[in-house]
C-alpha cells in the first residue's frame, strides 16, 4: 500500500453497486492512501460491508447518506468532508471498477507536481488520456476525441 498522503486522497461515490465494490475499494487501497467512499444511500448492503472492511483499515473511510442525492451530491458531500480536515486534491473513481485503480498514482502525480490543473482521463489509451488541464479552463470529454481545453484540442 501507498504512503498516507495529507493532501491528496481517492473518493469513490457508491449506490448500488454490488460486490463490485469491494474489488474497486481494494483496488484502490492498493495503490493510494487514503480512500473514502461515500455510499450514497445504497440499499444493496454494501454500506455494511464497506463498514466492516474499514474497521480494519485505517486507510479507508466511509460516509453513508441516508438517501439516495444522486453521484453529484455524493461527490461534493465527499469533498466538503475531505476540505474540513485539511485534504486539497480528490481524485473520484466510479465504484464499479471501469476506472483502473493502477491509473492512481500517476494522476496523483501529475497533480501534485502541477497543482493547479485538474487531471482527467478519457478512458482512452494515450494520447488522449490521462491529460492535465489548468484551473479556470474548461474539459470536454468525448470518446475517440481529443480532450479540449479552453476550446483547443490536445
Known amino acids: 500500500m501507498a504512503e498516507r498522503s495529507a493532501?491528496?486522497?481517492?473518493l469513490i461515490p457508491s449506490y448500488n453497486p454490488g460486490a463490485i465494490v469491494y474489488e474497486t475499494v481494494r483496488g484502490a487501497r492498493e495503490f493510494w492512501?487514503?480512500?473514502w467512499v461515500v455510499v450514497d444511500g445504497s440499499t444493496d448492503g454494501?454500506?455494511?460491508g464497506l463498514r466492516r472492511l474499514a474497521e480494519t483499515d485505517p486507510g479507508l473511510r466511509v460516509l453513508v447518506l441516508?438517501?439516495?442525492?444522486?453521484k453529484g451530491a455524493a461527490?461534493?458531500?465527499?469533498i466538503s468532508a475531505a476540505a474540513a480536515v485539511g485534504y486539497t486534491h480528490v481524485l473520484t473513481m466510479d465504484s464499479d471498477a471501469q476506472h483502473?485503480?493502477?491509473c492512481i498514482p500517476e494522476f496523483m502525480r501529475r497533480s501534485m507536481t502541477e497543482p493547479n490543473s485538474i487531471p482527467s482521463n478519457t478512458?482512452?489509451?494515450?494520447?488522449?488520456?490521462?491529460s492535465v488541464v489548468p484551473v479556470g479552463e474548461w474539459v470536454t470529454l468525448a470518446p475517440r476525441e481529443a480532450v479540449?481545453?479552453?476550446g483547443v484540442p490536445r
Request: without cysteine.
Open 100 to 102: 483502473p485503480a493502477g
Open 148 to 150: 479540449a481545453y479552453g
Open 7 to 10: 493532501t491528496h486522497l481517492v
Open 66 to 70: 441516508p438517501k439516495n442525492r444522486g
Open 75 to 78: 461527490v461534493l458531500h465527499g
Open 33 to 35: 492512501d487514503p480512500v
Open 123 to 130: 478512458r482512452e489509451p494515450p494520447p488522449l488520456g490521462p
Open 46 to 48: 454494501t454500506a455494511e
